[in-house]
């Protein structure tokens, strides 16, 4: 049987917010404006450093809803940048292709593993239902540190056109590095797969 948890957390309504922020900051980045870019992203990441905070520091607002929602929000916000930085010309459409390719991967994978530990009968209304737990995700260090690096890198191309360093060949090292981090990411999750889920057994 799966848990009954309580989803409305103050972690997750964090990652609530950032995915909210993320169709606003695909605006600013299309119509250029870089500098409230800048401001909006860096609440973005304000909301992600606060709701891991929270989740590891008080036990009533750690969810097995979070584990799924925290690094989907990521997902969501860091698709987003990258197709607007992309359309923007600054960040190149191979890259943004392989991280998006990655992450509808992951995305799908986690909609299987919540089908598959549902308990039977399945329904549609239980499997979409936020208060019922039937596992928990576990990242990849790799995965951990590939986000860090998506994120630097959205950071350091959202700053090239205000400080005037869109050509820098060290923004060019940081694509190749991200590419890098973002294969050996996918290759992560294909490896240990199982390992990266807990199940949850009912009390």
């Known amino acids: 049987m799966p848990q009954y ?3 409305w957390t103050i972690p997750n309504m964090l990652s609530m917010t950032r995915i909210g922020l993320a169709p606003v900051l695909g605006y600013l980045i299309i119509e250029e404006d870089f500098n409230i870019a800048l401001g909006v992203f860096a609440l ?7 709701d891991g905070f929270i989740a590891r520091n008080w036990a009533s607002q750690k969810s097995a809803l979070g584990s799924a929602l925290d690094p989907l929000a990521d997902k969501i916000l860091i698709s987003v940048l990258y197709v607007s930085l992309t359309y923007a010309d600054l960040i190149p459409v191979p890259l943004t292709y392989m991280i ?28 979409f239902n936020p208060c019922y737990a039937t596992a928990r995700l576990k990242p990849t260090f790799i995965s951990k540190v590939n986000t860090a690096v998506q994120l630097i890198l959205v950071a350091a ?24 981090t973002t294969a050996a990411s996918a ?6 797969g199982r390992k990266t889920v807990q199940v949850i057994k009912g009390k």
Not at 187 to 192: A, E, V
Request: with cysteine.
């Open 100 to 127: 998006i390719s990655r992450d509808v991967m992951l995305i799908a994978a986690v909609f299987y593993v919540r089908y598959r530990t549902l308990p039977t009968p399945r329904t549609l209304s239980k499997y």
């Open 44 to 50: 973005a990441g304000l909301t992600d450093l606060l």
């Open 157 to 180: 191309s959202l700053a090239a056109p205000v400080f005037n360093y869109a050509d820098s060949i060290y923004l060019q090292i940081l694509w190749c590095f991200t590419a890098f």
């Open 5 to 7: 948890e309580n989803p």
């Open 187 to 192: 290759y992560s999750y294909y490896h240990y």
